[in-house]
C-alpha cells in the first residue's frame, strides 16, 4: 500500500496507467478484520460504468481535471445528406447522431457559396449536405435580436445557463431575407447554442446577426463570446494568413494531420480562406501532452520559416527555413500550450516539428494523439489590418489605426507589426506603435539606410507588454524631415495576449460508481494526491448508504480531511466525489484517491 502524502509538489503524475493490482493478499489487520485498498488511479479505474463527469475529464496518463475548451469558435460537423427541409419542425437528435463527414470549428462568420459544400468538415458532395455547430454563446441580459437568413434551410437553437431544454429561437429558409425576431435573455451567461444548416441543391448561404442588449446593429456573433467543449477533440486549431508574417488573418478550420509533419504543397485547407498558394502563412495553436517530465528540445525543419512558442515562451523563431533545433525547456507531465507558425514566400510549403531530445517522443515527429486544440492560456493573439493608403507627407506622419478585440483583462505579450511604404528617402522614417491605453513604443529607428521606393518591413516587439490588447491600436510612420512626400500603402498589427477567457472550465467534478464494501466495520483513511499549483483546488467527498439505491439521496460529507477517517457512518456501499478548481491560469490535476477499510473475517 502507499501511504502518498497529499502533495506532490507539482510535479505531476507518473506517466503511465499506475494503479496498485486489487490486493490480492489481504493482510490481517492489528485489531481484527481484513485490510483492504479501494484505490481510483488509472483511466480505466476512473472510467469505470456508473461513474460521471461533470465539467472534467480523465486525463490519458490517468488524472482527473477540468474540461478544456476551445474558445472563439463552435465546433461543426458534416454529414453527406441533407438531413432536414422544415427547420421548424427538424429534431437535432437525428441530425446529431447522423454519421459525419468529419469535425471542424467555425466562428460563425456568414458563409455564401455559389458551388460546393461549406469547408472543414470533410464534407464531398456540392449537394445534398448538412453542417451543424454547437458549443456555448455569451449572453448579456436584456432583449436583444437575432436574424438568420438561409439557402436552403437553418435553424438556431438556445439553451439558458443550467436549462435542460433548448428553444428554437430562428429558423430560415429559401434565402428569404427576414426581418429579425425580438428575443429577451434573463441572465447573463453561457448559453448552449446549436445550429444546422442544410442543402439540397446549388447555392447556399448562412448568415447569423445578433444584436446583444444596448448594441447599434446586427452583426456576426462576437467570436469571443464563443467556445466549445473540447476534451474529445484532437490536433490543432489552425488559422490562416494571406501575407508572409501571421497579419493578415482569414480562415480558421481544425488540423486533420496524423502528427506535426505537414506539407501544404498547392493544397491549402479552404477553410482557411487562402487564394494565393505562394506567400501565406499559417499559425497552429492548442495543446501539447507530455507525459514524462524534464528538458525538452524539439527539432523544427521548415519550408520557408517557422515560429515555435511553448507555454508563451518563444523557442525558435527563423524565417530563413531548413532543419533547427530549438531552445531547451523543462516540462512537466501535462499539457503545455503550443504555437506553431509557418510562412511560406514562394513555392512550395512544409513544417515539421519532432522531438531532438527528451526523456520520451526523442527522433519522432509530434503525433496527434499528443495535441488537443484546447485555448492555450498564455500565448492568445487579435489581429487587424488597414489596407487603406495613407498619405504620409514630407516632415510629418501617416497613421493607420485599428481596432482590435480581445477579452476584457488581455494584457500584452508581444506585437508583430507590418508596414508597406512608398517613400523616396526610408533612411528618414520611423515605426512607431500606440497601445490602446495611450502608451507608445519605437519599433523602427530613422535607420540611415539609403533606400528608396516601396517595401515591406516587419518588426515583433515585447516594449508594449503589459499593455491592455482590447481597443484601439495605431500604427504611426513619421518622417524625421526628408523634406519628400510618400505613402503608408497598407499596415498589419498581431497582438500576443495572455488573460480573456479561461480555456478550461473553472470547477469540474467526478462521482465514482457505488462501491460495494461488503461486510465493512472501518473507514480507516482516505487519501490523495493532486498537483498543487497556486489557485488551484482538489476535494474529495464521500458518502455510504446500506443498499446501493439509497446512496443517490444521501447528503455528500464535508470536504474529507487527507489521511484521516472520513466522517461519515460506516454502511455498505460508498460512493466518492472529487472536485478539481481552478482559477483560471493553471490546471489542476488530482491523480489518484485510495480508501482504506476493514471488513471483518
Ligand atoms: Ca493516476
Ligand atoms: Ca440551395
Ligand atoms: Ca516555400
Excluded at 495543446?287 to 527539432?299: D, H, K, P
Excluded at 515527429?365 to 492560456?377: D, H, N, S, V
Excluded at 488597414?386 to 505579450?413: F, K, N, S
Excluded at 495576449?497 to 480555456?503: L, Q
Amino acid at each position: 500500500m502507499i501511504s502518498g502524502s497529499t502533495t506532490d509538489a507539482g510535479d505531476g503524475p507518473a506517466p503511465t496507467p499506475d494503479g496498485l493490482a486489487p490486493d490480492a493478499a489481504p493482510n490481517t489487520a492489528p485489531d481484527g478484520g481484513i485490510a483492504k485498498v479501494l484505490r481510483l488511479d488509472s483511466c480505466e479505474d476512473f472510467k469505470v460504468d456508473g461513474s460521471q463527469l461533470s465539467n472534467a475529464v480523465i486525463e490519458p496518463w490517468g488524472a482527473l481535471g477540468p474540461a478544456p475548451l476551445l474558445t472563439q469558435v463552435l465546433v461543426a460537423h458534416g454529414a453527406d445528406m441533407a438531413l432536414f427541409s422544415d427547420p421548424v419542425q427538424a429534431s437535432w437528435d437525428d441530425i446529431s447522431r447522423a454519421r459525419t463527414s468529419g469535425v471542424g470549428v467555425t466562428t460563425l462568420e456568414p458563409i455564401v457559396l455559389t458551388t460546393g459544400a461549406p469547408p472543414g468538415v470533410g464534407l464531398e458532395q456540392d449537394n445534398d449536405w448538412t453542417w451543424w455547430a454547437e458549443g456555448e454563446v455569451f449572453i448579456n441580459a436584456g432583449a436583444q435580436q437575432w436574424a438568420l437568413r438561409a439557402d436552403a434551410y437553418a435553424f438556431l437553437d438556445l439553451a439558458a445557463p443550467g436549462a435542460t431544454r433548448f428553444e428554437r429561437v430562428i429558423t430560415a429558409q429559401n434565402d428569404v431575407a427576414q426581418p429579425p425576431v425580438a428575443w429577451q435573455a434573463n441572465v447573463t451567461g453561457w448559453y448552449r447554442i446549436r445550429i444546422a444548416w442544410a442543402n439540397s441543391a446549388g447555392n447556399s448561404r448562412l448568415e447569423l446577426l445578433h444584436r446583444p442588449p444596448g448594441g447599434p446593429r446586427l452583426d456576426p456573433v462576437d467570436r469571443d463570446r464563443l467556445r466549445a467543449p473540447a476534451d474529445d477533440l484532437n490536433g490543432l486549431v489552425a488559422r490562416g494568413f494571406e501575407d508572409a508574417h501571421w497579419l493578415d488573418g482569414r480562415g480558421v478550420g481544425l488540423s486533420r494531420d496524423r502528427e506535426l509533419d505537414i506539407a501544404l504543397n498547392g493544397a491549402l485547407p479552404a477553410e482557411l480562406g487562402l487564394r494565393d498558394d505562394r506567400t501565406f502563412s499559417v499559425r497552429w495553436s492548442g495543446q501539447v501532452r507530455i507525459n514524462v517530465a524534464g528538458e525538452y528540445r524539439f527539432a523544427i525543419d521548415s519550408d520557408d520559416g517557422h515560429r515555435i512558442r511553448i507555454d508563451g515562451t518563444p523557442l525558435s523563431d527563423d524565417l530563413n527555413g531548413g532543419p533547427q533545433v530549438s531552445l531547451p525547456i523543462t516540462l512537466d507531465t501535462g499539457w503545455h500550450d503550443l504555437v506553431v507558425e509557418l510562412s511560406n514566400v514562394a513555392g512550395a510549403a512544409s513544417i515539421r516539428l519532432g522531438v531532438e531530445s527528451g526523456p520520451e517522443l526523442a527522433g519522432q515527429a509530434i503525433p496527434r494523439e499528443r495535441l488537443r486544440p484546447a485555448t492555450g492560456r498564455r500565448e492568445r493573439v487579435t489581429a487587424g489590418s488597414d489596407p487603406r493608403a495613407h498619405d504620409l507627407p514630407a516632415g510629418g506622419e501617416a497613421a493607420a489605426a485599428m481596432a482590435l478585440a480581445a477579452p476584457i483583462g488581455a494584457r500584452v505579450t508581444g506585437i508583430d507589426v507590418g508596414v508597406t511604404v512608398d517613400h523616396p528617402r526610408w533612411q528618414d522614417l520611423e515605426l512607431v506603435v500606440q497601445a490602446p491605453d495611450g502608451s507608445t513604443a519605437q519599433v523602427i529607428a530613422a535607420s540611415g539606410i539609403p533606400r528608396s521606393g516601396v517595401f515591406t518591413e516587419r518588426r515583433a516587439s515585447a516594449r508594449l507588454n503589459g499593455s491592455p490588447a482590447s481597443g484601439t491600436w495605431t500604427v504611426i510612420v513619421r518622417d524625421g524631415g526628408s523634406g519628400a512626400a510618400g505613402t503608408l500603402r497598407s499596415a498589419a498589427i498581431t497582438v500576443h495576449y495572455h488573460g480573456g477567457e479561461p480555456a478550461t472550465a473553472l470547477s469540474g467534478a467526478y462521482e465514482s460508481r457505488i462501491y460495494d464494501l461488503g461486510a465493512v466495520f472501518a473507514l480507516d483513511r482516505v487519501s490523495w494526491s493532486a498537483r498543487a499549483l497556486v489557485g488551484t483546488e482538489a476535494r474529495v467527498f464521500m458518502r455510504t448508504c446500506a443498499e446501493a439505491k439509497q446512496c443517490a439521496t444521501e447528503p455528500w460529507s464535508p470536504p474529507l480531511v487527507p489521511d484521516q477517517a472520513p466522517a461519515v457512518p460506516v454502511r455498505r456501499h460508498m460512493q466518492l466525489r472529487l472536485e478539481v478548481r481552478t482559477a483560471g491560469d493553471l490546471v489542476p490535476a488530482l491523480d489518484w484517491v485510495q480508501v482504506d477499510y476493514r471488513v471483518t473475517e
